[in-house]
């Protein structure tokens, strides 16, 4: 089956510094890549999509400036927190997309769990 | 706008059978998908369904009305593993997936 694996699996950072979480799809190409993030008991909120190459879409709410995407091949896609705050903290998962059979199903990742202190 | 709705929780005895019901307002539709998600972990893929009826994968089952907007995943004798929240998600015309809250489903012995 598809695997798509996320580093870091966990990370803690001081309140005002970056972090940068990568997303890769390691047996397919993904032609979309999503990031969603989860607060806890409560459901996906997708957070942005992004196409290789492209620049990611972002769904409202959801700073653009604060939370940089990249996607830069059909195997790697990065979410940089900037300046993260407490309220950051949050279990991040990205998922890829791939046709398979005729239809597109999304692969997720194990998640990275953000804690900003 | 879209929708997706699904109760909130439901609770089961280990061995019954249960069923999850999950009804959608999508802009489009391109199959309407299942997921098994565990307290800390990202949800794993338990069906997909397409075409109208019923889909069976073991114990695991689910089932699509399209003129409806409906469908269930049906679990069968239940494991106390199954405990865990259950999503639904339907795929719009522009092949987003559009998620419900999920449904925490609570086993006991």
């Known amino acids: 089956g598809a695997v798509v694996s996320q580093h870091p699996s966990w990370v803690i950072c001081k309140s005002g510094t970056s972090v940068k979480i990568e997303c890769r799809s390691l047996d397919f190409q993904a032609t979309t890549m999503f990031w969603y993030r989860q607060f806890p008991k409560q459901s996906l909120m997708l957070m942005a999509t992004s196409n290789e190459g492209s620049k990611a879409t972002y769904e409202q709410g959801v700073e653009k400036d604060k939370f940089l995407i990249n996607h830069a091949s059909l195997t790697l896609s990065t979410l940089t927190v900037t300046s993260a705050h407490p309220e950051d903290s949050s279990f991040y998962i990205c998922?890829?997309?791939?046709?398979?059979?005729?239809?597109?199903?999304?692969?997720f990742g194990p998640g990275t769990r953000l804690t900003v202190t | 706008g879209q929708n997706i709705d699904q109760p909130t929780e439901m609770t089961a005895t280990e061995g019954a059978i249960v069923q999850i019901n999950c009804t959608y307002q999508t802009s489009g539709f391109n199959g309407l998908f299942w997921y098994q998600q565990h307290a800390g972990e990202a949800p794993t893929f338990l069906s997909y369904?397409?075409l109208d009826g019923l889909e069976e994968k073991g114990r695991f089952s689910s089932f699509l009305s399209r003129s409806k907007g409906y469908s269930y995943l049906l679990l069968k004798e239940l494991q106390m593993k199954d405990s865990a929240s259950y999503l639904c998600a339907a795929m719009d015309s522009n092949y987003q997936l559009i998620w419900g809250a999920g449904t925490k489903l609570i086993i006991k012995p």
């Open positions: 369904n397409v």
């Open positions: 998922s890829a997309s791939s046709e398979r059979e005729g239809y597109y199903e999304q692969y």
